[in-house]
């Protein structure tokens, strides 16, 4: 399954507010319309015996938590869109986003979940691949990305 949308130039120089509607009225729909249901911890549609919050949609959690717009940090995905261009370029291999986010997290030197990662990453153009399981979909997606060589960054 692939999510897609479309990118958002200087989504990072947008008020929260802005960035909330962006996230909870287009981003968040377009991911459950595909079969994922995006939080911090990545989809919740994964079942996955081995996703330690296991969190499936049709429970309560995952609706109130977007109810409450607490599913992603709109901060963090702000900053994480206005650096991602120095770290991440496109490429035709495929990364998994629980490693990139690793890489983006040392590179800037801050934690980022799963799940604002993705979103980040949706948000600049990328298209998010989720494989399925015996259950549903796998909790992290993978994308069409590299990570830029730390010592060439601004080459």
Same mark, same amino acid.
């Given at each position: ?10 989504? =990072?120089? $947008?008020? @929260? &507010? ?8 287009? /981003?968040?729909?377009?991911? !459950? ?51 991602? =261009?120095? $770290?991440? @370029? &496109? ?8 490693? /990139?986010?690793?890489?983006? !997290? ?50």
């Amino acid at each position: 399954m692939t999510v897609s949308f479309y990118p958002i130039p200087n989504f =990072d120089q $947008y008020t @929260k &507010p802005e960035a909330q509607n962006v996230i909870y009225n287009q /981003l968040i729909p377009a991911c !459950e319309k595909a079969g994922v249901y995006l939080s911090q911890a990545g989809n919740h549609n994964s079942h996955d015996p081995m996703h330690l919050l296991h969190w499936i949609p049709h429970t309560n959690h995952y609706w109130k938590m977007k109810e409450q717009r607490s599913l992603l940090d709109v901060d963090r995905i702000q900053r994480c869109v206005a650096s991602l =261009d120095l $770290y991440v @370029k &496109p490429t035709k291999s495929f990364i998994n986003s629980y490693a /990139l986010k690793h890489y983006v !997290e040392e590179l800037q030197k801050e934690y980022i979940s799963d799940g604002d990662l993705t979103a980040a990453m949706l948000i600049k153009g990328y298209f998010a691949i989720y494989q399925p399981n015996q259950s549903g979909l796998q909790t992290h997606c993978f994308f069409r990305a590299e990570v830029v060589d730390p010592v060439h960054i601004g080459d």
